[in-house]
């Protein structure tokens, strides 16, 4: 076999993956399963967390390897994590290095791909150490600003020329975004970065639910005739801003309703702000809803309201143009390369109404102008699933990972 012919092998380094899924994980699956299994071979490293879930596992295209400190089924998601599991986060940089160390002897990789500047890089960065002769690919997911994550984490503050060389060792940087870009190039980084945004799996948002199927939904979640449904999918932390759409309820009539979709540790605090604002009959919360039933959420929904803090790209929002229900956004992190609201980018085809950063009244008043304006609605909806359908399925987004950076590098 000639070395032209061989195929290529790739060692992911991930703080998580299935079953602990968030957009990363998925963009990983995603993308993986779609690069020729003739051409590449993928390993990963992650941690393992849960006793019960095998060390070895093939998953899809990945074979992964499972490591560190277990408990029986923590939430790693959530802030109140066990101690076992910090610990194994904590670690990770050393027992993640030593294992591909290992690895690497069997099985002679051609590259490193390092999911997010987190503990994972950190165990891709010592691997890049001892082996400055394989490329090191760094994917950048995460919309904080340093300040940010420095905040969330003062240990960097300490670690900062280790953190910094994450970033500075990399041989390419791939963005999801345009603002993510600009946070890496902040840093110091001089080499190519590439942008390609996540995505979405167009064709099964867009596609029909089964009648029985929408039916059964909105009768599990009182949707009545005349009742319009604001939609919002994510974990329920404050930096989504759905306590800032349940305060909006309070400025909009008393059929429109808000489902939210999704679990983590603020719902106690959500509950208290529908509650002492009036509009607690009007919340439903449907709880973690796995991502194949989503589509169907969408489809019962009528408008889709995310009004984000922090936001590196927003794949929720794709899904809702796939689906095609209109979309209300804040302008913050990666929004801005996907969605244009006609008043702020009148030379772009509209795909979405902007709302400001912690203003419910302004949530209100995009919600309200969609259901007085059903001409704006049928364009927006338009032009955002066409704009989804061109640039943001996973067919295209893997094409790109891999003619730009694999075949690139190795």
């Not at 990983?28 to 849960?50: G, Q, V």
């Not at 489902?259 to 009959?281: H, P, R, Y």
């Not at 709302?355 to 302004?362: A, K, L, Y």
């Not at 949530?363 to 364009?379: F, N, Q």
């Amino acid at each position: 076999m000639t070395y032209e012919n061989k195929k290529k092998r790739i060692l992911i380094f991930s703080l998580t993956y299935h079953p602990f899924i968030g957009g990363a994980e998925l963009a990983i699956k995603e993308i993986t399963d779609r690069i020729p299994a003739s051409e590449y071979e993928f390993d990963m490293i992650t941690l393992r967390f849960d006793k019960n879930l095998p060390e070895i596992e093939r998953i899809g295209n990945v074979t992964v390897h499972r490591i560190g400190i277990t408990t029986d089924s923590p939430r790693i998601s959530d802030r109140n994590i066990p101690f076992a599991a910090k610990l194994a986060k904590i670690l990770f940089p050393f027992s993640s290095f030593f294992k591909a160390r290992a690895l690497h002897k069997e099985r002679a990789y051609d590259m490193t791909w390092a999911m997010m500047a987190n503990y994972a890089a950190f165990g891709a960065l010592l691997f890049k150490y001892a082996n400055p002769q394989i490329p090191y690919f760094l994917e950048l997911q995460d919309g904080n600003t340093l300040a940010q994550v420095k905040a969330r984490q003062p240990i960097l503050r300490l670690l900062w020329p280790f953190y910094r060389n994450i970033y500075l060792k990399a041989d390419i940087i791939k963005a999801i975004s345009h603002f993510i870009e600009k946070l890496a190039r902040g840093i110091g980084f001089t080499g190519p970065i590439v942008v390609i945004p996540n995505a979405v799996d167009v064709a099964r948002f867009s596609a029909e639910v089964p009648k029985e199927m929408e039916v059964e939904l909105k009768s599990k979640f009182g949707k009545k005739l005349g009742d319009v449904f604001l939609f919002t999918a994510s974990r329920l932390v404050l930096s989504r801003g759905v306590e800032d759409v349940i305060r909006a309820l309070a400025h909009l009539p008393q059929n429109v309703k808000l489902l939210v979709a999704g679990s983590g540790d603020e719902k106690a605090k959500l509950d208290s702000i529908a509650k002492k604002s009036g509009v607690q009959s009007r919340v439903i919360f449907a709880g973690q809803v796995s991502h194949s039933e989503l589509p169907a959420y969408y489809k019962i929904s009528d408008i889709f309201v995310r009004p984000s803090i922090i936001e590196g790209f927003g794949s929720s929002f794709v899904e809702a143009f796939a689906a095609g229900i209109p979309v209300v956004a804040t302008p913050v992190g990666g929004i801005n390369d996907f969605l244009f609201d006609p008043e702020r980018s009148p030379d772009k085809p509209a795909t979405g109404l902007f709302c400001e950063v912690r203003n419910p009244e302004s949530i209100a008043r995009a919600v309200t102008r969609y259901m007085k304006e059903p001409v704006l609605v049928a364009e927006v909806v338009q032009n955002a699933r066409t704009l989804a359908e061109k640039d943001y399925d996973w067919e295209t987004i893997a094409k790109d990972v891999k003619t730009k950076i694999f075949d690139a590098l190795v």
